[in-house]
């Protein structure tokens, strides 16, 4: 569901019912690509590898200003002040997704939840147009209580069979969007980085805590 950022409630009850929300144009074209001119500065040795092969600088806020102005986002925060306790913005992630024809690479490393806890916002900023081939973010809808019922592995991982078996196709969202595009995701919800089969994605991610 895409929703006018400046309708609070109909962002707070969609994300009460469904666990996600989809915020077109949040930033412009212009904001991004100013945005992106300054992540491709970063030195390579700020970068982790992540459970998926993507590449992650924690704490991007401390070197960008455009990601420090996203982990300070007034809109953002209000939303997560209503949400939930899990509300207080802690870092940014400079994300890097990039295709290689040599392995697989996702971001997140498959299904999984990020804690078990009652709620747990996260908002993203697509810094470039992500397609289907691009390693989009993929959430199940209205999967809250679902997840209590699926065993999990290391690091709140579920598999890949579980979900087959358990989860309505229909309810899958694969969220393809331009730059600029702006979600925020409820990471107790079973949600993925669909592995990347072209081109390279870049993100800003915010987590929240209590």
């Known amino acids: 569901m895409v929703l006018e950022m400046n309708t609070k409630e109909n962002i707070l009850n969609h994300l009460r019912e469904y666990g996600f929300v989809i915020i077109p144009e949040y930033w412009s074209s212009e904001k991004c690509k100013q945005a992106l001119s300054e992540f491709k500065k970063l030195p390579q040795q700020a970068f982790e590898g992540g459970q998926g092969g993507d590449l992650r600088c924690q704490h991007s806020n401390r070197y960008l200003s455009s990601s420090n102005e996203f ?30 024809p040599d392995r697989q690479t996702d971001s997140g490393g498959g299904w999984h939840v990020d804690s078990e806890s009652d709620a747990q916002l996260k908002s993203f900023m697509y810094l470039t147009d992500v397609t289907s081939e691009n390693g989009p973010f993929v959430f199940v809808q209205k999967s809250r209580d679902l997840v209590n019922k699926l065993e999990k592995h290391s690091n709140l991982r579920i598999s890949e069979e579980l979900v087959r078996e358990h989860v309505n196709p229909e309810d899958v969202i694969e969220m393809t969007a331009p730059a600029g595009t702006c979600i925020l995701a409820d990471s107790t919800y079973l949600h993925r980085g669909k592995q990347i089969e072209s081109g390279i994605r870049y993100t800003y991610t915010t987590y929240f805590y209590e």
């Open 71 to 100: 982990l300070n986002d007034t809109f953002i925060q209000d939303i997560a002040d209503n949400y939930s306790l899990c509300n207080r913005a802690d870092r940014v992630v400079a994300g890097i997704v990039k295709y290689n």
